[in-house]
Structure formats: structure tokens, C-alpha cells
């Protein structure tokens, strides 16, 4: 009797962690269970400080064999060490700030003087290449091969970041002399979130992406703009690379009960959180200027902020405070995944912020099909073109507004304030190919064309 076909999944995003990969490989893991693969999953344990939503375990079907391992915590580790060691010496040293880039990196050797804090800063970013999780590739690797000898896999599906995650992927493949298909959810080297400040360490990331993108036999990208900025990087691979975006799930949407946040303003809300050049400041700033310009229409408004509570350290709650607008704010924190798509279902506007102006490499988060999913209107500030014709193809209504334009944000919400929301919608409508089932089968194409065994 032919065994069934076999399929190893290696990624750090995987529930319980409420990360947005996790909805990707999630669904990606019950679709090959419906078609009758054996899937294992090598994944890695949520650490302490890890947003968990135990529902979307609930969600794994019985038949796929997860392995979590722990690794080891390298820069944690090394702070552990190094701290108590090294504090007194850092603190007695007399040296110039250390710059954000390095005289090695912008090639300017006028550069400030390198002292002890410097050597220990471009020490510590080697724990950081290719991220903060490559203690976790040696115990994912013994991990995988110990699974192989169980279950043989027919092909290696890895997704990434964590990029570490990458790295086991191609060893695995390697090893065990099974093709990989490596799976971009975001671009590695050259993304406006990942700034490495010394050209050695980026030098080395850029070898490693190299290595994988070698060894993988096919690639596919979570969005059009990695594709493209893969296929700039290395065109001997274009026919090989291809974009398959995330998708929603109407099953789920469909059974979701709305959560009315208030009852006498417009909701206008935001999931997930705010981090690198994504910020929440353009929207507080626009408030600012609705309170001064036009402060009869402020009360009718509510802006909510349903994810992390920070930005770059500091409480979002405290930034609205600075801008005079906190009574029109509202910060949720973090919820289980069910719990917010009911706060959205029940919100009138969703809020998509782009990376602050920065077009380059803009990214398409997968809250962006839940917004679809769910018909709600947008109001997409610095976001990119790509993400936004997506928004458009979904069938949503939408208004594409810059980040570095208060007056122009205001007068966007006084106009949505005063429209029919339920007939603002897109003639488009393409959710077919924007759900997770049609996510899952383009990926399972991939799966089979990269292995002749399938």
C-alpha cells in the first residue's frame, strides 16, 4: 500500500502564538490534512513574554504531528553574562555616544571614536544574525531529522521570519536530501524593519539569504513586493519566485458576533501593533487638528487601538495624552483572535497604517483580508499601492490618505462621518481568491511541482 504523501512544515510562526504567521501555516495545515498529507510541524515554544491565543491551538487538526522546541536565548544570555560583568567598566568608561551606524557600514572613516561600548555593541549584533532566535535552529534541526526518522518528509515547506527559521529549513533540506520550498512573509535582507548598523553583519545576513534562496526549489512570497525585490536580487531565479498573499477565513468571519465598542460615535479601529516606521501619530495628529479646526465634530468620534499598547517603548495611551486627544482614544491591548475580529465586526471604520511614507517594500499585513472578509470601509494612511489595490480587489470601500497630512486625514474623517457607509463599497469583488482555502491549494501547487514524489 503507497504510504501517504508527506509535508514538514518548519516555522517559529505557529499558534499558540497570536502572530500574524501563524494564521498562514494554520491554514495552510488544514488544507493538506483535508487532502490527506501527513503533516509534521517543527516549531519553536513561545517564550515567556509571548502573546499566546490558546483558541487557535484548539483549531490544529489531530493529525499533524507539532514539535515545539525551546532554544537557546543567545542575547538573553549574553546580557545575563555580560551585564553584570561588564556594568561598572562600561559606566567608569569615558566614550562618545555609539552612533546608530557604524563607520564600517556608512564607509566614512572620519567616523567617532570606538570605544568599549562600541566593541560590546558589534559583538552583540552577531547573536542578532540572522535574528534573535538562532539559538533555536541546532535544537529545531535534532528536531527535524529525529521526525524524518519517523516520517519521511516528501518535501520541506519553511516560512519565515524568524529567518532562523529558514536556516533549519535548508539544513533539514540538505540532510536529508529533500527539496525545500521556502516561503517569504516578509523580505529579509533590504526591508525598511530591519536595519542592520555594521556592513559585516548585513554582509552576512546577505550570505545566508543567498544560501537559502539556492537551496530552495521553489519561493513564494506573502505579497507582490517581496517577490519583486527577490527577483531584483537574483534573476536567475524569476520563474522560480511567485506571490501568494494571505487569505481569510468566511467560515469563521461568518460566526463571529459583534462587539460594539460605543454605541454613540463612530468606531474607527486598528489591530495589531505599531512598531519600526509603522506609527500611530499620524491619526492622533489629525485628531489634534479636527479638536482645533473643527471641535464640534471631535465628539463624534472614537479611534481605537486594539493590540500592543506601545510604540517604540513608549505607552500609545501617553501619545495621545501629548497630543490632547486622549479622550477620543481608546486602547484595548491585546485579545484572543476571536475576541477581535468581533471588536471589528462591530467597528463602523478600519484603520490600516503604512510604514509612515516609506513605499518601498510596503507590506500587506494579513488584517487586511480579515478587513475584506469582513466588507468594512478603510482609511489607509501611508500605506502602499499594492495593499491598497488588494483593499480595492476585495471589494472595500477605501481612501488612501499620506501619513505626513493631518488636514488631509481630518477631512477624510469628517467626510466618512457624513457617508452611507453601507453602499461605499467597490464594484470589484474578488474574495475567491482571497481566502485561505485558495491560499492553501496555490501553496499545495507549489508543494508538488517542487517534488516529483507528490
Known amino acids: 500500500m503507497k504510504r501517504p504523501h508527506s509535508v514538514m512544515l518548519v516555522t517559529q510562526a505557529f499558534p499558540p502564538e497570536a502572530v500574524v504567521g501563524a494564521h498562514r501555516m494554520l491554514a495552510l495545515c488544514r488544507h493538506l490534512v483535508e487532502q490527506k498529507y501527513q503533516v509534521s510541524v517543527i516549531t519553536s515554544r513561545p517564550p515567556a513574554d509571548a502573546a499566546v491565543d490558546e483558541s487557535l491551538t484548539q483549531m490544529i487538526p489531530v493529525e499533524v504531528k507539532v514539535v515545539s522546541t525551546a532554544g537557546i536565548d543567545l542575547p538573553l544570555l549574553a546580557a545575563r553574562i555580560l551585564k553584570p560583568r561588564f556594568l561598572k567598566k562600561i559606566r567608569g568608561t569615558k566614550t562618545e555616544p555609539i552612533p546608530l551606524v557604524s563607520k564600517e557600514s556608512r564607509g566614512d572613516k572620519q567616523a567617532g571614536p570606538r570605544g568599549f561600548r562600541f566593541l560590546v555593541d558589534w559583538l552583540s549584533w552577531w547573536?542578532?544574525?540572522?535574528?534573535?532566535?538562532?539559538?533555536?535552529a541546532p535544537t529545531a534541526l535534532a528536531a527535524g531529522l529525529y521526525q524524518a526518522v519517523r516520517?519521511?518528509?516528501?518535501?520541506?515547506?519553511?516560512?519565515?521570519?524568524?529567518?532562523?527559521?529558514?536556516?533549519?529549513?535548508?539544513?533539514?533540506?540538505?540532510?536529508?536530501?529533500?527539496p525545500l520550498v521556502a516561503d517569504f512573509r516578509d523580505p529579509w535582507c533590504g526591508s525598511a524593519f530591519l536595519k542592520v548598523p555594521y556592513a559585516a553583519h548585513d554582509s552576512v545576513n546577505t550570505l545566508l539569504e543567498k544560501m537559502v534562496v539556492r537551496r530552495s526549489k521553489r519561493i513564494t512570497c506573502a505579497w507582490d513586493g517581496i517577490r519583486k525585490h527577490l527577483i531584483q536580487r537574483y534573476p536567475a531565479r524569476t520563474n522560480d519566485i511567485c506571490t501568494i498573499i494571505n487569505g481569510f477565513n468566511p467560515e469563521l468571519l461568518a460566526g463571529i458576533e459583534p462587539t460594539k465598542i460605543d454605541t454613540?460615535?463612530?468606531?474607527?479601529?486598528?489591530?495589531?501593533?505599531?512598531?519600526?516606521?509603522?506609527?500611530?501619530?499620524?491619526?492622533?495628529?489629525?485628531?489634534q487638528y479636527l479638536k482645533g479646526e473643527s471641535p464640534e465634530t471631535l465628539p463624534r468620534v472614537l479611534?481605537?487601538?486594539?493590540?500592543?499598547?506601545?510604540?517604540?517603548?513608549?505607552?500609545?495611551?501617553?501619545?495621545?495624552?501629548?497630543?490632547?486627544?486622549?479622550?477620543?482614544v481608546r486602547i484595548l491591548g491585546r485579545v484572543s483572535h476571536r475576541e477581535s475580529l468581533g471588536y471589528l465586526k462591530g467597528a463602523d471604520v478600519a484603520l490600516l497604517f503604512g510604514q509612515s511614507g516609506?513605499?518601498?517594500?510596503?507590506?500587506?499585513?494579513?488584517?487586511?483580508?480579515?478587513?475584506?472578509?469582513?466588507?468594512?470601509?478603510?482609511?489607509?494612511?501611508?500605506?502602499?499601492?499594492?495593499?491598497?489595490?488588494?483593499?480595492?480587489?476585495?471589494?472595500?470601500?477605501?481612501?488612501?490618505?499620506p501619513a505626513d497630512d493631518p488636514e488631509k486625514i481630518a477631512m477624510t474623517i469628517m467626510s466618512v462621518l457624513d457617508?452611507?457607509?453601507?453602499?461605499?463599497?467597490?464594484?470589484?469583488?474578488?474574495?475567491?481568491?482571497?481566502?485561505?482555502?485558495?491560499m492553501a491549494e496555490q501553496i499545495e501547487r507549489i508543494l508538488v511541482s517542487s517534488c516529483n514524489k507528490l
Open 127 to 136: 547573536l542578532h544574525v540572522p535574528d534573535g532566535s538562532t539559538g533555536w
Open 151 to 178: 516520517r519521511r518528509p516528501d518535501v520541506i515547506f519553511s516560512s519565515a521570519p524568524p529567518w532562523s527559521s529558514f536556516l533549519a529549513g535548508a539544513l533539514l533540506s540538505r540532510l536529508l536530501g529533500v
Open 264 to 287: 454613540e460615535r463612530m468606531v474607527f479601529l486598528h489591530t495589531g501593533g505599531f512598531y519600526g516606521p509603522r506609527s500611530p501619530e499620524p491619526m492622533l495628529a489629525a485628531l
Open 303 to 328: 479611534v481605537v487601538f486594539l493590540g500592543p499598547t506601545t510604540y517604540n517603548g513608549k505607552p500609545i495611551e501617553q501619545m495621545a495624552q501629548a497630543y490632547g486627544v486622549q479622550d477620543h
Open 358 to 401: 516609506i513605499e518601498a517594500l510596503a507590506t500587506i499585513p494579513a488584517k487586511t483580508l480579515e478587513y475584506i472578509g469582513l466588507k468594512k470601509p478603510v482609511i489607509a494612511i501611508g500605506a502602499g499601492e499594492e495593499v491598497c489595490n488588494v483593499i480595492r480587489r476585495g471589494g472595500c470601500a477605501i481612501w488612501q490618505l
Open 419 to 438: 457617508s452611507d457607509l453601507s453602499s461605499s463599497g467597490n464594484v470589484l469583488n474578488d474574495n475567491v481568491t482571497l481566502s485561505q482555502a485558495y
